[in-house]
């Protein structure tokens, strides 16, 4: 389903931030700017809505910044908000109960350090962290139930009060001359993920847009701007607001993200530069860390998903592929295969963790995801997806790895994940994979217990792949028991906008009906409604 999404327009800055504060009280200093130094609480604060934290003695002159290695330190960053009132339940909340489900081993940092951080000292960040950690108490967690709620519009005082206390704390901030870029771009993933929570896409993609709208300007900042040698020094548990702090915290939040708006249909690419690989570094650069391997492999799979859909559109039109277009095939996966060929290399030289392990597994879940979508993307013909039965199979198996290191069990917080991980390549081997063992494997494990991945909800896709593969096996090769071509399907779309009881539109289109059209001149499509 393609849709479009407006943007909002960021007030432009008009000088940078201060001069470094040798003197003030400690959140003026957090925030670089010049305290006026009233006492007991400066009137720079207290007039934008913050919270003084006063003025440190002379033993603790220096602002300590919480370390990413310190688990101690995390819950003197909850302890620090005593000072906040009645919503600072919901805080801790957020730090028992909901961070340990957002958090991946990619992301730690930002759900566990940076977002309690920042709400410290930032009225929007901490506003949104407020409202957040309430959905995260009282939502279940299921898609239905979300959506259920955000059709009914229920009356929730709560979330919608400190969700609007957060814009506009944001859109005040956005004015005033010490706006920084981290603020908006941590209060957009907060954002983005309240509206997944609510299972409200739209508005969720609009605030995708607009932060990576405010980390496209940050980045032409930074390349025309001079820079000195101390901000470019690589600080990884550097203080919030180094240059290196947004390109190695918050980026790589936005950059996983662009992929769930890709398969939403959003035109991402227009508000975003999605590099293309360069397999000639790949080749060269050998992965020096996990992390180095995530980085490359998100960054490859929005540029394959781009190619994906770029083909999709011209053989739905009837386009034959160019040859320029098998050549970004053959580029593609060559680039997939060199970046497993790195991963392996990196596997066999270091010792990881289970947790390691597990993370591994993730990536190549992905890896098998859109090498055989990469493959298969330049025909129409179904039966090309059977010569990757291999690759399906091992999709399946380091699912299973992946499901073995997650903790199952019934949480007090919704039962939620920030990023997508493996509903998606589940549901795309009960699809595209025809050998009737691996499909119904891939769909037993889709019945798990399994949290929402963003907008992705398992029970639904069990719901769909039973469809698709009943669909396509009521006509089967009686030597292999495979679908014959004629019933298999080229395209199965989930539509997003689910009424409060649960319902919802899937649109089939079959290999054999790809390019044709209705009497009307709308495409040939097959529509079935479904309820959850």
Not at 18 to 46: L, M
Not at 252 to 280: M, N, W, Y
Request: proline content about 4%; aromatic content about 10%; overall charge positive.
């Amino acid at each position: 389903m393609l849709f479009s999404t407006p943007a909002i327009d960021r007030p432009k800055k008009t000088r940078k931030h201060g001069a470094k504060v040798k003197t003030g009280c400690k959140t003026c200093k957090i925030r670089r700017v010049k305290c006026d130094e009233r006492k007991p609480s400066c009137s720079r604060c207290t007039s934008t809505g913050r919270k003084c934290d006063g003025y440190a003695t002379k033993e603790e002159f220096e602002v300590q910044i919480v370390s990413y290695s310190q688990a101690a330190s995390l819950q003197r960053a909850v302890s620090s908000l005593s000072g906040f009132g009645e919503n600072v339940h919901y805080l801790e909340f957020y730090y028992h109960c909901a961070r340990p489900t957002l958090c991946s081993t990619f992301d730690y940092e930002f759900w566990s350090r940076i977002a309690l951080q920042m709400a410290h000292s930032e009225p929007s960040v901490r506003h949104a962290l407020i409202a957040l950690s309430y959905l995260h108490k009282t939502e279940s967690g299921s898609l239905k139930h979300a959506r259920s709620e955000f059709v009914a519009n229920h009356h929730r005082r709560i979330l919608f009060s400190h969700y609007n206390k957060s814009v506009r704390y944001l859109v005040n901030c956005m004015t005033e001359p010490s706006y920084t870029p981290e603020i908006g771009l941590v209060t957009c993933i907060l954002f983005i993920c309240i509206e997944y929570l609510r299972a409200n896409y739209h508005t969720a993609f609009i605030h995708m847009t607009n932060g990576l709208k405010i980390l496209s300007e940050w980045e032409h900042s930074r390349r025309h701007n001079s820079i000195s040698p101390q901000s470019c020094k690589t600080l990884r548990n550097g203080p919030i607001g180094s240059n290196t702090w947004i390109e190695d915290k918050v980026k790589p939040l936005f950059i996983r993200g662009i992929t769930s708006a890709l398969l939403h249909g959003v035109d991402i690419e227009k508000c975003f530069p999605i590099p293309c690989p360069v397999l000639q570094n790949l080749r060269e650069q050998p992965f020096k860390t996990l992390l180095d391997a995530q980085s490359s492999s998100h960054e490859l799979r929005n540029a394959t998903i781009l190619y994906m859909r770029h083909m999709s559109q011209k053989l739905v039109q009837q386009i034959p592929a160019t040859a320029e277009d098998l050549r970004c095939q053959d580029y593609f996966l060559g680039c997939h295969n060199t970046w497993y060929r790195n991963l392996e290399l990196l596997e066999a030289g270091s010792q990881l963790s289970r947790e390691d392990i597990a993370s591994a597994s993730t990536l190549k879940v992905s890896y098998y995801t859109t090498y055989i979508y990469a493959a298969c993307a330049a025909e129409v013909d179904q039966k090309q997806y059977d010569a990757h039965i291999e690759s399906f199979k091992a999709l399946i198996h380091h699912t299973k790895i992946v499901i073995a290191s997650m903790n199952l069990t019934t949480s007090c917080a919704a039962k939620f994940t920030f990023e997508i991980s493996i509903i998606a390549p589940l549901y795309f081997v009960a699809c595209y994979c025809r050998c009737p063992t691996t499909r119904r494997e891939a769909v037993s494990l889709l019945r798990l217990n399994l949290s929402r991945e963003g907008l992705w909800d398992a029970q639904q896709h069990v719901i769909v792949s039973n469809r698709v593969i009943e669909m396509e096996e009521s006509e089967v090769d009686l030597e292999t028991g495979w679908p014959v071509e004629r019933t298999r399907l080229w395209s199965n779309v989930i539509d997003a906008n689910m009424d409060r009881n649960g319902g919802f539109w899937v649109h089939f289109l079959p290999a054999i009906w790809v390019g044709e059209v209705e009497p009307d001149g709308k495409p040939k499509i097959l529509h079935e409604w479904f309820v959850l």
